[in-house]
């Protein structure tokens, strides 16, 4: 091997090509590195929520009528939000998702973005967010989006997360503010069948959570994060999991009035699957069987969305409603 060469292999390399040339390919799969690490940091996966409860109540508030410009627009500035609120929790969490399984590989545990270059992307994310919903919808919605992102960073990640085993319970509702944002882009306005939906994702996220959390308990430890599953028996989380899945469900049945015969069918279906499923770890818990609680927590995602898409259907398909067949 000549002097000024490097062995092949690694993509550092081949023979006759000098060591001081970097080769074009090694470049662009360092650049397409970085901003994979840049795409990770949003949490591309939690985002999914956004689409779910969105869409539904964009469609609900402007029943029987679908504008998809106003929808895609909205869901654009609400993904930059999003985006936003979950870049900036990767910087203040940091130092936990070192130390944890789960989030080891997150884009500022293993160093691959600077935590400085992190925080201005996601303050420019949560500026454009506003910016673009405000111009594309109304004020409302781009106001909803800042308080979306202040409470979730502010007093969910920065107060709540490390204090107490109900961070998730009031930090949950962070994630339920699609709903209050896509109304708010339809109508300009808030009424009560978007905090209807608001309580049912409410409801919903401490069984979606703990449910994980029962999994990776001891991640959560070794981090210090005080979730329900560190603190408190099996039995006490599954009791509780199944208490919050009867009132998500109960709350799923508010919504009837307003929404239509499809709804209707979908959620009562959908709600006793998953009740069914909650009561089925509560008692496996007590009769000491080894449990699977990973399971409720990714059929806990399919629920909600049959949920939504059980909504989206009924108010685009604009089918008689069940008040207005006692009201006629």
């Not at 209807?196 to 996220?205: D, G, S």
């Not at 009867?246 to 919504?255: C, E, G, P, S």
């Amino acid at each position: 091997m000549r002097a000024g060469q490097r062995p092949s292999g690694h993509g550092f390399g081949s023979p006759g090509i000098p060591a001081t040339a970097p080769r074009s390919d090694t470049l662009l799969g360092r650049a397409t590195g970085k901003v994979l690490a840049y795409v990770a940091l949003t949490k591309p996966r939690v985002i999914e929520l956004l689409l779910v409860a969105t869409i539904p109540a964009m469609l609900l508030a402007d029943r029987g009528a679908v504008d998809i410009v106003l929808i895609l627009s909205t869901l654009f500035g609400g993904w930059m939000g999003a985006a936003s609120a979950n870049s900036l929790n990767c910087v203040v969490d940091a130092d936990i998702d070192k130390v944890m399984k789960r989030t080891e590989r997150r884009p500022l545990a293993r160093e691959a973005v600077p935590t400085s270059h992190a925080l201005v992307f996601g303050l420019v994310l949560g500026v454009a967010s506003f910016a673009w919903l405000w111009w594309r919808a109304n004020l409302l919605a781009g106001i909803l989006v800042v308080l979306t992102i202040a409470f979730y960073v502010l007093v969910y990640t920065m107060v709540l997360k490390r204090r107490t085993w109900q961070n998730v319970v009031w930090g949950g509702a962070a994630g339920c503010m699609p709903v209050l944002v896509g109304w708010a882009a339809v109508t300009g306005s808030l009424s009560w069948e978007p905090f209807v939906l608001f309580l049912v994702i409410f409801f919903w996220t401490p069984p979606h959570t703990w449910a994980l959390a029962m999994r990776y308990k001891e991640d959560y430890k070794a981090a210090g994060v005080p979730m329900l599953p560190v603190i408190a028996t099996e039995q006490h989380v599954t009791k509780q999991i199944l208490l919050y899945s009867w009132a998500m469900v109960i709350t799923t049945l508010v919504l009837v009035p307003a929404a239509g015969l499809i709804y209707a069918g979908v959620t009562i279906a959908a709600g006793l699957w998953f009740l069914i499923m909650a009561t089925q770890l509560y008692r496996s818990v007590r009769g000491g069987a080894v449990v699977k609680p990973l399971r409720l927590f990714l059929q806990s995602n399919n629920y909600l969305a049959v949920v939504f898409v059980g909504l989206a259907l009924d108010s685009v398909l604009g089918l008689q409603t069940v008040w207005s067949m006692f009201t006629g």
